[in-house]
């Protein structure tokens, strides 16, 4: 069993920035990939952005270039840093962990972020 606490959600203005951290209670080395979903009142929850074993990163079209996401195995934790943020930003933010040769997946609890106009 793995457990995932996200962090780092608030309420901030159009424009503004906010981090996201994932922290892993186990170690996130050896992962298939992670990744960031949200989900906004009334909608699905969609992805955001992943990042596999290899560093390879993958992105939502709404969020290029505004989001990075990144990890460091030192810490088992994988960040989402949020830039340029908008109104339809706005949703609960989860984390997702793909893990080992069977792809057992993982979610945190959920963090939300509020962009105001």
């Known amino acids: 069993q793995v457990q995932l606490v996200e962090s780092g959600g608030g309420l901030v203005q159009a424009g503004g920035s906010l981090r996201l951290s994932c922290a892993a209670s186990?170690?996130?080395?050896?992962?298939?990939?992670m990744g960031w979903y949200r989900q906004a009142p009334g909608k699905q929850r969609e992805l955001v952005a992943t990042?596999?074993?290899?560093?390879?990163?993958n992105y939502a079209d709404s969020v290029k270039g505004r989001f990075t996401i990144s990890r460091d195995n030192a810490r088992n934790t994988v960040y989402l840093q949020m830039n340029s943020l908008k109104p339809e930003d706005t949703a609960v933010y989860y984390c997702?962990?793909?893990?080992?040769?069977?792809?057992?997946?993982?979610w945190g609890q959920g963090t939300q972020v509020t962009v105001s106009s």
């Open positions: 990042i596999t074993r290899s560093g390879t990163t």
């Open positions: 997702n962990a793909d893990y080992g040769v069977l792809h057992s997946n993982y």
């Open positions: 186990r170690n996130i080395f050896s992962v298939n990939a």
